[in-house]
């Protein structure tokens, strides 16, 4: 059921009552994106994989956010001699808001929860995999 004009005054009243406002997340190639340009083919992104063209899809990190908790996640598949060693996320200050490092028998996926007054800051995920390097994700957090 498509949610009402009236249901949406509410609930974004009630949001607003409490001091809150809802989070999200935009593809943000901006600064993040020009520091990235200083490093080609050590560090890879969707707009520029390098050397790994053909593997992007399976190396870039994978962002969402639901509430205030953020989830990094790489679509690879982990086995002993190639699986994704680490995830690391960054805001654009260069605070690293969470890390992960996996053994090749775990699942590449990372939750985290947002500090506070991160709307309108720039989120960084990179994930780096044994075989093929380090790949870089920018998004934008809106609220
Ligand atoms: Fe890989």
Known sequence: MPFSRRQFLSSA???????QVPLALAKSPTKMESLIELLPNVIH?????????????????????EGSSLTVKTHHGMSRK?????HLLVLDDG???????????DKPEMTITLPENVG???????SF?????????SYAILG
């Open 95 to 105: 605070s690293v808001l969470g890390s992960k490092t996996y053994a090749s028998d």
């Open 129 to 137: 995999c044994n075989r093929h390097d380090l790949w870089a994700s």
């Open 45 to 65: 992104t969707a707009n520029d994989p390098g050397r790994w063209k053909k593997k992007a899809g399976s190396h870039l990190p994978d962002v969402s956010l």
């Open 120 to 126: 309108g800051r720039t989120v960084l995920a990179l």
């Open 13 to 19: 009243a009630a949001v607003a009552a409490a001091g």
């Open 82 to 86: 190639h699986y994704i060693v680490r």
